[in-house]
T-cell receptor
Framework: DSGVTQTPKHLITATGQRVTLRCSPR?????VYWYQQSLDQGLQFLIQ???????AKGNILERFSAQQFPDLHSELNLSSLELGDSALYFC????????????FGQGTRLTVV | DQQVKQNSPSLSVQEGRISILNCDYT??????FLWYKKYPAEGPTFLIS?????DKNEDGRFTVFLNKSAKHLSLHIVPSQPGDSAVYFC?????????????FGKGTKLSVIP
C-alpha cells in the first residue's frame, strides 16, 4: 500500500459528460502528480501541484483541469468526454516539489461509452 | 516524439536466470532515472533509481546500469523469481525541465517461468 488513495476505482460514463477523479496523497506529501495511461501507452504526465499551486503542466488537454485543496487532496476534472479519454488515470505524491521518487495510487479506470 | 524508449514489449526468463530490461533516452537534460514495477490492477511501485553522476546502483537482486554516452540504461534482476513477473517501466526526470515530472517509457512485460 503506497498510502496514496484514489477514488473511484472504476468509472463508466457517456461521451460529452464530465467526471471528477479524486486523490488523497500520502500523509505529509505536498506534491501531487496526475498521469494518464492509455492502451499500449506509457504513463503520460498531465499536471503537478505543489502545496496548492500548479507547478508543472504536461500534455493536459484544455478540457481537463485539476486543483489541489488546502488539505492537499487533489481533483482531476475531465469534461466533454470523448471515447479516446478512456484510460487509467494515476495520481502520485511526493514529499516536496523537487522529489524524483513519486508514490502512485492504484489508479482510476475511466471508460467512456 | 518518445524521449524514453523501451523497445522490448515483453521478455520471458527462466526462474533463477538473469533478467535484463533495457531503456534508451534521447533528452540530454535527463539526470535521474528510475525503474517502476507494476502488477495488474495496481499502481506503479518504485523499484530502484540512479543519478547521472553514477554508472551503477545496486539494491539486493536489482542492479541498474547507466551508460550516459550511449543514453542507455538497463535493469538486471538476479536471480529472477516468479514474483518478479510484472510490467517494468523506465522513467527519467531532469531538473532542467523546471520540475521533477517523470517521463515514462511504454513498459516491458517480464514473465519469469518457474
Amino acid at each position: 500500500d503506497s498510502g496514496v488513495t484514489q477514488t473511484p476505482k472504476h468509472l463508466i460514463t457517456a461521451t460529452g459528460q464530465r467526471v471528477t477523479l479524486r486523490c488523497s496523497p500520502r500523509s505529509g506529501d505536498l506534491s501531487v502528480y496526475w498521469y494518464q495511461q492509455s492502451l499500449d501507452q506509457g504513463l503520460q504526465f498531465l499536471i503537478q501541484y505543489y502545496n496548492g499551486e500548479e507547478r508543472a503542466k504536461g500534455n493536459i488537454l484544455e478540457r481537463f483541469s485539476a486543483q489541489q485543496f488546502p488539505d492537499l487532496h487533489s481533483e482531476l476534472n475531465l469534461s466533454s468526454l470523448e471515447l479516446g479519454d478512456s484510460a487509467l488515470y494515476f495520481c502520485a505524491s511526493s514529499p516536496s516539489g523537487g522529489d524524483t521518487e513519486a508514490f502512485f495510487g492504484q489508479g482510476t479506470r475511466l471508460t467512456v461509452v | 516524439d518518445q524521449q524514453v524508449k523501451q523497445n522490448s514489449p515483453s521478455l520471458s526468463v527462466q526462474e533463477g536466470r538473469i533478467s535484463i530490461l533495457n531503456c534508451d533516452y534521447t533528452n540530454s537534460m535527463f539526470d535521474y532515472f528510475l525503474w517502476y514495477k507494476k502488477y495488474p490492477a495496481e499502481g506503479p511501485t518504485f523499484l530502484i533509481s540512479i543519478s547521472s553522476i553514477k554508472d551503477k546502483n545496486e539494491d539486493g537482486r536489482f542492479t541498474v546500469f547507466l551508460n550516459k554516452s550511449a543514453k542507455h540504461l538497463s535493469l538486471h534482476i538476479v536471480p529472477s523469481q516468479p514474483g518478479d513477473s510484472a510490467v517494468y517501466f523506465c522513467a527519467a526526470s531532469g531538473s532542467g525541465a523546471g520540475s521533477y515530472q517523470l517521463t515514462f517509457g511504454k513498459g516491458t512485460k517480464l514473465s519469469v517461468i518457474p
